[in-house]
């Protein structure tokens, strides 16, 4: 069943900067979606659109629709669309440097109470070096312990789908690891979906269901995970493909430009 369907949407900056271009996609049950592509290539637009936090750039989707269990969230700001269970995980600026790990977890309920004591117990279960941590200031924390801090605020709020932004980005393979099997647990105890973004293919293909490639603002190819791993360009440009020699990064930008992958 489908939960997030987001249809031919497109992204416009300043009013005059087009992002994105009828990017389509769906997020299903208990489903890890990958979105991937280069830098620039729209990845980080796309989830912005979906989260409500474009307008904070000067953006704002100008045509398609995004619609989640029924309701339209396009263009709607982040508190609404939080509120109907879609969180995001962004790539930077991912914790309060001046809180500690336990007050972290407590900013976006600031309600408190018994439940979200409850609920700050249960979400140590997945990540349990922030239970040992958990008086600790985020300033001190390393980068993947900030990491881990950001998908555990976010689960405070109670999501139905996790949106993350850039899971592995300047964090050492072990600790990238460690992330991942804690994201498939989260998707198995929880029934939490995730709309992963990904610089990374082999990282994001190792746990995703399905995947959307882009590039240059558009979607130009998706498939589930076997289909993406045995695609030859995919291999090629996204999975270190072994070939007779190295591509160049002109022979890349040619490639692009070729627009193969509409073929």
């Given at each position: 069943?489908?939960?997030?369907r987001v249809e031919t949407i497109e992204v416009v900056y300043k009013r005059v900067i087009?992002?994105?271009q009828g990017v389509t996609l769906a997020v299903g049950e208990r489903q890890i979606?990958?979105?991937?592509?280069?830098?620039?290539?729209?990845?980080?637009t796309t989830l912005r659109a979906i989260s409500g936090f474009?307008?904070?750039?000067?953006?704002?989707?100008?045509?398609?629709?995004i619609t989640f269990n029924g309701h339209r969230l396009d263009n709607r700001p982040p508190h609404q669309?939080?509120?109907?269970?879609?969180?995001?995980?962004?790539e930077r600026e991912k914790v309060f440097p001046n809180l500690t790990v336990a007050e972290n977890l407590m900013a976006p309920v600031p309600h408190g109470g018994g439940d979200q004591r409850r609920q700050a117990e249960r979400v140590y279960h997945f990540f349990p070096?922030?239970?040992?941590?958990?008086?600790?200031v985020g300033g001190l924390l390393s980068g993947g312990e900030r990491q881990m801090l950001a998908i555990a605020s976010a689960l405070m709020c109670r999501p139905k789908v996790l949106l993350i932004?850039?899971?592995?980005?300047?964090?050492?393979?072990?600790?990238?690891?460690?992330?991942?099997?804690?994201?498939?647990?989260?998707?198995?105890?929880?029934?939490?979906?995730?709309?992963?973004?990904?610089?990374?293919?082999?990282?994001?293909?190792?746990?995703a269901d399905y995947a959307y490639v882009m590039e240059n603002g558009r979607v130009v190819f998706d498939g589930d995970r076997s289909r993406l791993a045995g695609h030859k360009d995919v291999q090629e440009f996204y999975l270190g493909?072994?070939?007779?020699?190295?591509?160049?990064?002109?022979?890349?930008?040619?490639?692009?430009?070729?627009?193969?992958?509409?073929?």
């Open positions: 069943m489908t939960m997030l087009t992002a994105v979606v990958a979105l991937l592509g280069t830098n620039g290539a729209g990845k980080t474009l307008g904070l750039d000067d953006a704002r989707i100008t045509e398609g629709s669309i939080a509120a109907r269970g879609l969180t995001l995980v962004p070096r922030l239970a040992e941590l958990r008086n600790r932004d850039e899971l592995s980005l300047g964090l050492a393979p072990i600790v990238v690891d460690d992330l991942k099997r804690r994201l498939v647990a989260i998707r198995d105890e929880l029934g939490i979906s995730i709309l992963l973004v990904e610089q990374s293919a082999a990282v994001a293909l190792e746990i493909g072994t070939g007779s020699a190295r591509r160049s990064y002109r022979d890349v930008k040619q490639y692009r430009r070729s627009r193969r992958w509409y073929g």
